[in-house]
C-alpha cells in the first residue's frame, strides 16, 4: 500500500467525523450493488440522517439495529439509486475487500465528534 500525501491536523480537523447510533435499515435492492439502506440518530444537535451502504458480506438489516458506527456528516448529500444519502458510514476492508464498520468499543453519547 502506497502512503498518501501528508495533510495538516486543520485539513483533518475538516472532516466531521460522528458517532451514530442505526435506527433503521433495509434492504436496497435497487443499488446497483448489494447495500442495506440506513437511518442513523446523531443526537440532537445533528438529528436523524440516510446513507446506504454495501455491507450485506458481513450484516443483515435486522443486526444493524441500535449498533453504533462512525460517519462523516459534512459531505454534501449525494444521490445514490432513488435514496439521497446524507452521510458516508465509515468501514474498512477484511481480507476478501468486504466492509467491516467502524464503531467505538464501548457506548458513547450521539453526536460524539471523533478527534
Known amino acids: 500500500m502506497t502512503s498518501s500525501a501528508q495533510i495538516t491536523y486543520d485539513d483533518f480537523a475538516k472532516v466531521?467525523?460522528?458517532?451514530?447510533r442505526i435506527t433503521r435499515a433495509e434492504p436496497y435492492p435497487?443499488?446497483?450493488?448489494?447495500?442495506?439502506?440506513?437511518?442513523?440518530?446523531?443526537?440532537?444537535?445533528?438529528?436523524?440522517?440516510?446513507?446506504?451502504?454495501?455491507?450485506?458480506?458481513?450484516?443483515?438489516?435486522?443486526?444493524?439495529?441500535?449498533?453504533?458506527?462512525?460517519?462523516?456528516?459534512?459531505?454534501?448529500?449525494?444521490q445514490i439509486g432513488k435514496l439521497l444519502s446524507e452521510v458516508l458510514v465509515l468501514g474498512l476492508p477484511d481480507a476478501a475487500g468486504e466492509v467491516v464498520l467502524i464503531a467505538p468499543d464501548q457506548a458513547v453519547p450521539l453526536g460524539g465528534k471523533l478527534f
Open 16 to 20: 466531521d467525523i460522528r458517532v451514530g
Open 30 to 78: 435497487e443499488a446497483r450493488k448489494p447495500a442495506i439502506k440506513l437511518w442513523l440518530d446523531f443526537g440532537p444537535e445533528i438529528g436523524e440522517k440516510r446513507s446506504s451502504a454495501q455491507i450485506t458480506a458481513h450484516y443483515t438489516p435486522e443486526a444493524l439495529i441500535g449498533r453504533q458506527v462512525l460517519a462523516v456528516v459534512n459531505f454534501p448529500p449525494r
